[in-house]
């Protein structure tokens, strides 16, 4: 867990490096192919089978921001 | 043994899922105006099959406010080797409903909060989920943050059984962060904790003790009261090229209970047709640990132990999936339509009753905005 504890601070620290991208610079992060889910109707099907199936679950279904377009 | 088709953990995602994108489908712009129709089918080779409609709409209201309603059934036929071997002799139906309201107030520019209420009916079995969240678009909306509280409350029954009633509580919490990462991608993070108390076992599952190298008698399951569990996954979404996109994800989850698991999942996408038409794939890996407790069989010699659970769905375990995905945007009032279908193989490495499974689990959805 401290591993994983540290990993998360790594990847946060990373993320607020991130370069800003403008609005009008985001016609491909509008894409619904970069949407999260990409396909919302298949992804509940898959995950309602595997909350079902398998022993463990979480953050499997959140995240997924959008772009800010408009 | 027969299967409870509800657990509280289907419900949490029922809530991630509309809490994350309002208005379902597309929410890289947000019109929440529409209706969402689906039917998914599971069907798998131990005889066990469910149908699930589902409909959902979601709309606007004055000063910012959006709401949506949802609901989803679930009819279940089963004539699984659990089912037939121990419970009833035959094959069984069962219904579950799910039905959901919520609410999504924007607060001031780029800050929303939402509240949701989800619950749920079948024969053994009824949980309500309250939810309540906030989403903020920081830093020139360029970062996306996303808390999310949820309190379950629980009843367990056991069919044929009026007086048998066991209460389960549950508190969630998950943290989503999205950052644009450039002009062709993102990077999500998402921590998610789970606190389980109460009834946890299933009153339809026996443990088999063995003594003298033999099966000698059964006892009903018996699992902790008390079960926390915390999962971090970490994805990338990116853009390889105008029309071709890929996802990929990581997922670690690990409980009190001794479960831990690990996921990745890869998705491919292309854009065809002027972006009329997106095709994609999908695979998925998985595999877990065993709870602490979880025994294909017990021995006998020194008594019935106080934790006891043979489920294959805690022992040692691993699943793989593939899938096709089809989505269209229909030339008549920018109707959306998807279809899936997907093959997912499961192994159980310390059942004696099933050693694999192969399921197919397909889908199909209606988006009409309004």
């Known amino acids: 867990m401290k591993r994983l504890g540290l990993a998360l601070v790594l990847v946060g620290g990373a993320l607020v490096a991130c370069a800003r991208v403008r609005p009008h610079e985001r016609q491909i992060l ?18 309602h089978v595997y909350q079902i199936r398998e022993g463990s679950e979480g953050a499997a279904g959140a995240g997924g921001g959008g772009c800010g377009c408009n | 043994m027969r299967v409870q088709l509800i657990r509280p953990r289907v419900i949490a995602l029922a809530i991630m899922a509309m809490t994350a994108a309002p208005g379902g489908a597309r929410a890289q712009v947000d019109d929440p105006r529409q209706v969402t129709v689906g039917l998914r089918v599971y069907a798998d080779d131990d005889r066990v099959t469910v149908w699930s409609p589902s409909a959902r709409a979601a709309a606007p209201l004055p000063h910012g406010v959006t709401v949506d309603v949802a609901t989803t059934v679930d009819a279940v036929t089963a004539a699984s080797i659990d089912v037939v071997s121990t419970a ?22 780029r800050h929303a909060v939402t509240a949701r209420v989800i619950g749920s009916d079948e024969r053994d079995y009824t949980a309500l989920r309250l939810s309540a ?30 007086t048998f009633a066991r209460d389960r509580r549950e508190l969630r919490g998950a943290l989503a962060l999205t950052q644009i990462t450039d002009r062709r991608g993102y990077v999500d993070l998402v921590v998610e904790a789970a606190d389980q108390r109460g009834y946890l076992a299933n009153p339809y599952r026996f443990v088999p003790i063995e003594m003298a190298g033999a099966v000698a008698y059964t006892l009903p399951e018996r699992a902790p009261d008390q079960r926390t569990a915390v999962a971090a996954l970490v994805r990338v979404r990116r853009a390889l090229t105008d029309a071709a996109f890929v996802h990929g994800d990581y997922r670690l989850s690990r409980d009190t209970w001794g479960v831990t698991s690990n996921t990745a999942t890869l998705r491919l996408s292309r854009a065809m047709r002027a972006d009329e038409l997106l095709l994609g794939v999908e695979a998925r890996g998985y595999r877990q640990d065993a709870a602490s407790f979880h025994r294909a069989v017990y021995a006998g ?14 022992g040692r375990m691993a699943s793989a999936t593939a899938g096709v995905v089809a989505e269209s945007t229909v030339p008549w009032h920018g109707l959306r339509v998807s279809m899936s279908a997907a093959w997912v193989h499961f192994w159980w490495l310390d059942d004696l009753r099933q050693s694999d499974r192969d399921a197919v689990v397909a889908s199909l959805g209606l988006v009409v905005p309004l």
């Open chain 1, 30 to 47: 509008a894409h619904p192919g970069l949407a999260q889910p990409p396909w919302p109707e298949q992804h509940a099907a898959h995950q």
């Open chain 2, 88 to 109: 009833s002799p035959y094959a069984f139906t069962e219904t579950r409903i799910e039905g959901g309201v919520g609410l999504t107030v924007e607060v001031r520019p």
């Open chain 2, 301 to 314: 010699d020194s008594g019935a132990p106080a934790w006891r659970t043979s489920d294959r769905a805690l």
């Open chain 2, 133 to 162: 969240g906030w989403r903020a678009e920081l830093a020139a909306r360029n970062t996306t943050v996303d808390l999310t509280f949820t309190a379950g409350l629980d009843t367990v029954g056991r069919a044929g059984d009026p």
